[in-house]
């Protein structure tokens, strides 16, 4: 079983900087697709950005410009850096994993979840 574990959470102003990074273990295939997502306080849960099992990346037009998603495959560690940091970015942030060939870009369909880290970001 995929397990997720997130870090990288904080509060900074408005403008700043933030990197997220999620460890991932427990993978059968050397192939996966993962994402992270975010949900506010009275908000439903949203695809921030995401990576394919190819490589392709999505990104939410809301974060586009701002947000980057990488993975280093030797760490199974996925990254979220967050740049130009805006009070409406404050949620808390979930990473999400699929074991195998996989594209599921923004849509939640992803099996496996990781606990969230909060992020703040006051103006």
């Known amino acids: 079983q995929v397990q997720l574990v997130e870090s990288g959470g904080g509060s900074v102003q408005a403008g700043g900087s933030l990197r997220l990074s999620c460890a991932a273990s427990?993978?059968?295939?050397?192939?996966?697709?993962m994402a992270w997502f975010r949900q506010a306080p009275g908000k439903e849960r949203e695809g921030v950005a995401a990576?394919?099992?190819?490589?392709?990346?999505t990104y939410a037009d809301s974060v586009k410009g701002r947000f980057t998603i990488s993975q280093d495959n030797a760490k199974n560690t996925l990254y979220l850096q967050m740049n130009s940091l805006k009070p409406e970015d404050t949620a808390m942030y979930y990473c999400?994993?699929?074991?195998?060939?996989?594209?599921?870009?923004?849509?939640?369909?992803?099996?496996?979840w990781g606990q969230g880290t909060q992020v703040t970001v006051s103006s």
């Open positions: 427990g993978y059968t295939y050397s192939s996966h697709c």
């Open positions: 990576r394919s099992a190819g490589g392709r990346t």
């Open positions: 999400a994993a699929e074991d195998g060939w996989c594209d599921w870009g923004l849509r939640a369909l992803y099996k496996n």
